[in-house]
């Protein structure tokens, strides 16, 4: 007979979701960085919503901007995570760097281990990369484990580098344009129900694309 001493739970799978925000200077113009920190405080809500005891969202943002790459929020247990500080917007566009940066975080298995979910990125920018970003895009996208991931992007006004942006989508219904600030809060919302999709459906590692409501719909 089997001894209770020797039962164990399960821990929850990890479904990372990584967000890569462009806080650039031309991200102050029209309201686009207020809208992305609110987007960001009600993402962060949105989420927490979400339970299921098979899998657990822990979520990851950075931002990129002037010269460097920040890391706002590390991986961690949606629970656990309060909110996102005020992102300021300046400088230029280092992208290139945000690849990288979510390369290495999706390879490093003490962060992401092996039974975890694929992970969700998202991207979010209004112009084009200021740095060598090429390379460090094909790392991402076509090798290791971050290929295996659900790669959604924003192109934001018609400065924003839509052919590279439809390079690092998972596929082209993945890639969303828009020209007002409040186009950042619609996308969030829409990546946030499809999360929500994932984690609760049967399969979280299957293929899964929510369609955009009619009320919410961005220009495709």
Same mark, same amino acid.
């Not at 390369?103 to 084009?128: N, Q, W």
């Not at 006004?157 to 390079?167: F, S």
């Given at each position: 007979?089997?001894?209770?001493d020797?039962?164990?739970?399960?821990?929850?799978?990890m479904?990372p979701?990584i967000?890569?925000a462009?806080?650039?200077g031309?991200?102050a113009?029209?309201?686009?960085i207020?809208?992305?920190?609110?987007?960001l405080?009600?993402f962060v809500?949105s989420?927490r919503?979400v339970s299921?005891?098979?899998g657990?969202i822990h979520?990851?943002v950075?931002?990129?901007g002037?010269?460097e790459v920040t890391?706002?929020?590390?991986?961690e247990?949606?629970?656990?995570?309060s909110?996102v500080?005020?992102?300021p917007?300046?400088?230029m566009t280092?992208?290139?760097q945000?690849f990288?940066? %979510?390369k290495?975080?999706?390879?490093?298995?003490d962060?992401?281990p092996?039974?975890?979910?694929?992970p #969700? !990125?998202? +991207?979010?920018s209004d112009g084009?990369?200021?740095?060598?970003?090429?390379y460090?895009?094909?790392?991402?996208?076509?090798?290791g484990?971050?290929?295996?991931?659900y790669?959604f992007?924003?192109?934001i006004?018609?400065?924003?580098d839509r052919?590279?942006l439809?390079?690092?989508?998972?596929?082209s219904?993945?890639l969303?344009t828009?020209d007002?600030?409040r186009d950042i809060?619609k996308f969030?919302r829409?990546?946030s129900?499809s999360?929500?999709v994932? %984690?609760l459906?049967?399969?979280?590692?299957?293929p899964q694309?929510?369609?955009?409501?009619?009320d919410? #719909? !961005?220009? +495709?």
């Amino acid at each position: 007979m089997a001894s209770l001493d020797s039962f164990t739970v399960q821990a929850p799978r990890m479904l990372p979701v990584i967000v890569a925000a462009d806080r650039s200077g031309s991200m102050a113009e029209n309201g686009k960085i207020e809208a992305l920190n609110l987007a960001l405080r009600e993402f962060v809500d949105s989420l927490r919503e979400v339970s299921n005891p098979r899998g657990e969202i822990h979520l990851a943002v950075y931002s990129f901007g002037g010269a460097e790459v920040t890391c706002e929020v590390p991986l961690e247990a949606i629970s656990k995570i309060s909110g996102v500080g005020e992102i300021p917007a300046e400088g230029m566009t280092p992208m290139g760097q945000a690849f990288k940066q %979510l390369k290495d975080l999706i390879e490093d298995v003490d962060r992401v281990p092996h039974r975890a979910y694929k992970p #969700t !990125l998202l +991207l979010i920018s209004d112009g084009i990369p200021t740095d060598d970003w090429i390379y460090q895009l094909s790392e991402l996208v076509d090798k290791g484990r971050s290929a295996k991931s659900y790669r959604f992007a924003l192109a934001i006004g018609d400065d924003a580098d839509r052919e590279m942006l439809g390079r690092f989508v998972t596929n082209s219904e993945y890639l969303m344009t828009g020209d007002k600030a409040r186009d950042i809060r619609k996308f969030f919302r829409w990546v946030s129900m499809s999360v929500s999709v994932r %984690l609760l459906s049967q399969s979280p590692n299957g293929p899964q694309l929510l369609p955009l409501l009619d009320d919410d #719909t !961005l220009e +495709l």
